[in-house]
């Protein structure tokens, strides 16, 4: 989007309100910003969704080595066209638009079609679109109904939350507004349960238990439906070939084995033994001569603008076409005059007597006693002055320099001669790449019944099965059986070439620009992208690591301060330091007595030992009542002298620190700058809490800087998904799309969802950030509240981001068509923007994931996900039937590609389910072998009895852990054996086709009952017409 309004805003001016006839400028490449000298030999290529000149989205082309100009040995057929320039006409870009969008015909020879209805149901999309295309909204339309269930059935889990807040009545600091509504609000009440010394009852943990029972339930239900959608997914794909005739019912695809000088009549003899052939269309290695067509293309763009510059010139000049033979110089010069716009010429009369500098410079520009230099120099000015009446003040380039020369008709014209010129080159150069011929990469047959199409598929797998049994054979050193029980094998290509063929693809999947390289190496470029991908992901880990590395050098700080008043467990901050006190004096001595501990600066990293999930471990309460004599430390001070020679030892400037109240460990500094970061957050005292000010700011610059890299690095891994699977170089869409998708779900999953739990995981690597070594009430407070956070707002923001280049089309179209120039720039602005669905498999594979995985501890998720999923049905509709380019021919694989990844998820969600519903305060009944909770000893108890890390078998001892343990393998069971019983099915229709009662090729064209394209030739591909327009001679042969 940002491009393209870059694009718009060098490209198009503004229409002159004074009501004129000025012709505008041609489009030109990326907009009047080039000239004739600045069309490099070689176009740049940029990856990723290219706008091309008929509106199409390509794939960059770049043929590797650079090759030498090609020499044309024959006359060139055709002439170059001189004049290009053609004025806008917006019912011709209205067509066009039409023409591109999925609209319905309507037989009106008024109104020929019209936009499809918002409501379309299932049954009539079918007819209209691809299986792809239909499968997603029934995909989109079960999982919204599967969720809104969800979200019915966790109200038994939210009102035990509610009940525990209730009870338990958290600060916000302790728990805050999205962790009271997970399975933290639980655990908090068990263990403040436990702490007073009270028992959890056993009826409290059956109820834990349902929810994570009614969890398991839901996760099979969602688990069979996944196993409904796998065969709706064949269903939809029979209903939709039903439905609908496309040419892939009648033709298939040879990949490899032809020679590369092939002909069709060869090919055609090759396979009319199954019956008649339609059509043979031969996939040839077309990039070198894409590139020069593209180049071309940027030079008649520069071309048109010239013509237009050269018209502009001649206006502002006052120098135009017409007969002078018979005129006098007065008449001329009236004539010449007359060809103002009506609104210039009321400005002249409106200031008679009056100077203006844009009319004093346009009658120097026609005064025909000055030199052609100086005129153009005085229409340069007058156009500065004026860029209204010079064509569009948002001209760019040569279109809006002030350069004399290129308002210098004489000038202009030897710009055009040289553009001719080097059109001429360009053409000759692309005459000798057809003269050359191009090399045969690939193949597509069309038969023109179905059924002889059926037979051909028939024969190749009865030829690959005879084949495996023939190298099965020679394995076991049996004699080896040559050719099929018949005399014809249809893979053996004129008696030594092994054809490789297979049903073939829509012809809107295929990517011409591709086929120049091998799909034999299409593994290395592949890896390539996914080292890039995980390099830049790694970077963006040691980012973000590094920005809450910073934040552990800065002093430590509590979230719950409570935790440290007079009722604390291990620190009393007022019995240490009242600086809270009502009494001046002694808050003013407190202030004083804290000051030397704080100086020390002692880090988080430095307390990590009396620090533990945000709450301070240390046991300072022996050293309580230190400076009033009454500690129970060992070597307190016990008179008012001693009390005041320990304040004169530690507050001395420039003294060495003695070590505080404890001299053995940093334990009394630590505490210190804990109480310092209670009080200040208090009150805003300017002086005494300059510190704390400071190092707060710090915090904030620091999550600042991360929150912008996490941002940044979420726009960045969108852009390389697309960028990387362009360049992997695929021949097909879907080839394309499938790889578009796959990287954008492992991308966002690590950004969004893989980094923050690392993040706030304790991790046995020095000075690591992570805290937290178990699913406790402060992990979900941390962790799970900025997975809510993301969750929520993805569920807003995705749809949105797909809608985005939608509002931004729409906006450029109304902003800047009255400023358009030429039909060229007109059909550009209003082509459409593609409706991709492998952006939104990505965005829904990385939701659905990082939803089901936490849904166990946090079920908001499921709500986020049901919002999310409700926009995509509404957005989507909204794009498909109203704005989006007619989608290419999708096939069921990304769909395929989704459901596969559905059980990964519900056997991920079944393994974090025991770590976060065993956690050992979360209310469970045991086994014999098994503990539950934190806190056995009460108000008896100091510290905390945690699990270790990663005990497992800890947490399969408790009814709550073990049971989603037992779920994950019946679920990874079930999903081995449905993996297994699947890919059979699949093996064995592999290389089947079935008939359909399609009609004979011919009769089906004539009466269009084609759906898609009706021909595999690029000439007829609207996304490649612009590069091989039929019946030039670039195209011929193809």
Known sequence: PGAMLQWGAAMFGRRSQDGGTLPPPPAAGGGLAIDVEDVSPETPETPGHTRTGSGGWL??????????????TTPRKGEVKQNLYEPPNLEKALARM?????????????????????????????????????????????????????????????????????EADPSYERLGALGRVTLAAIMIWSEDTQRKGETVSNTDKDATFGIIVLDALMMFALLFVTGYHHMKKEQVKEEVDDATISLDDYSVIIQSGLPSDVTEERIRAHFEKFGEVNEVVLGKDLLEVMNLRKRLIALEANHEMLEWMLKRANKLLGIVEMDTSTMTQEEIAVARWKKLTRKVKKEIDKREGRVDVFFAALEKARDDSLSIEDRAAAAADAASKNPRFAGGKDNAGAAASKDPSNYNPAVIKQKIEQSLK?????????????????????????????DSCVECVQAVRASK??????????????????????????????????????????????????????????????????????????????????????????????????????????????????????????????RNDIMPFVKQEKSASDCEDFLEYDQFIGNMTKYANWYDGTSVAAGAPTTAAEVAAFRAGIETAGAAWTGGFDKATKMDECAAQICYSCY??????????????????????????AICVSATANLIIKEMAI??????????????????????????????????????????????????????????????????????????????????????????????????KSQRQLNELWTPPPFLLSERYGQMNAAFLYTIIFSSGMPLLYVGHFVKIALDIVIDRIMLFRACIQ?????????????????????????????????????????????????????????????DQFDFSARLKRVNGLFPFVCAMVTAGLVFISTVVLQVRKRKKKGQMEAEGCPPLSEARAKKLITGLPSYRITDNPVYQHLFPPGEEVSEGL
Not at 143 to 161: K, V
Not at 433 to 446: K, Q
Not at 932 to 947: C, E, I, L, S
């Open 59 to 72: 794939s960059p082309g770049k043929s590797g080595k650079k090759r030498p100009k090609r020499k044309l």
């Open 887 to 947: 989608p290419p021919r999708y096939t069921g694989k990304l769909a395929a590609q989704f459901l596969y990844i559905v059980p990964i998820g519900i056997i991920l969600h079944f393994l974090f389910a025991v770590y976060m519903c065993g956690e050992r305060d979360l209310p469970s009944r045991t086994l014999p072998a098994g503990v539950f909770g934190k806190w056995p000893g009460g108000v008896n108890q100091a510290v905390a009895v945690r699990d």
């Open 422 to 450: 080097d059109r001429e080159e360009l053409e000759d150069e692309i005459a000798a790449c057809v003269e050359e011929g191009y090399p045969v990469v690939t193949a597509w047959v069309a038969f023109e019944e179905e």
């Open 723 to 820: 960028r990387l699977s362009f360049f992997e170089r695929p021949h097909s869409t879907t080839a394309r799309e499938l790889g578009i998708s796959e990287k954008m779900t492992v991308a966002l999953m690590v950004n969004m969802c893989l980094l923050p739990l690392l993040m706030t995981t304790q991790l046995a690597i020095p000075s690591w950030p992570g805290k937290f070594d178990d699913t406790s009430s402060g992990w979900y407070n941390d962790f799970g509240n900025t997975l809510v956070q993301i969750a929520l707002i993805n569920s807003i923001s995705f749809p949105f981001t797909l809608l985005s280049p939608v509002i931004i089309w729409r906006l450029l179209v109304y902003f800047l068509t009255p400023g358009v």
């Open 465 to 590: 099965k005879l084949e495996r049994k023939t190298k099965a054979k020679k394995l076991v050193g049996l004699e080896e059986t040559d050719g099929l029980p018949g005399e014809y094998d249809v893979r053996t290509f004129e008696g030594e070439n092994k054809l490789e063929i297979s049903t073939a693809s829509p012809p809107s999947d295929i990517l011409w620009e591709n086929l120049h390289y091998s799909m034999d190496t299409f593994w290395k470029r592949e890896l390539r992208s996914n080292v890039i991908m995980w390099g830049f992901l790694i970077i963006n880990v040691f980012a973000i690591a590094g920005a809450k590395i910073a934040k552990v050098t800065l002093p430590p700080v509590i979230p719950v301060c409570d935790e440290v008043d007079n009722s604390g467990w291990f620190l009393q901050c007022p019995k240490l330091w009242n600086l809270d006190s009502d009494t001046a004096a002694v808050a003013s001595q407190a």
């Open 98 to 166: 039409r023409r591109l969008q999925p609209h319905e015909e309507t037989g009106d020879p008024e109104k020929p079609t019209k936009k499809l209805s918002l409501w379309m149901k299932e049954e009539e999309m079918q007819g209209k679109f691809s299986e792809g295309i239909v499968f997603w909204f029934k995909l989109m339309r079960d999982h919204l109904l599967m969720f809104f269930i969800f979200m019915i059935l966790s109200f038994w889990a939210f009102n035990q939350m509610r009940v525990s807040n209730e």
């Open 680 to 705: 200040c957050k208090k009150h805003t005292e300017d002086d005494f809490c300059k510190t704390h000010n400071d190092y707060e700011a710090e915090r904030v610059l620091i999550l600042i800087g």
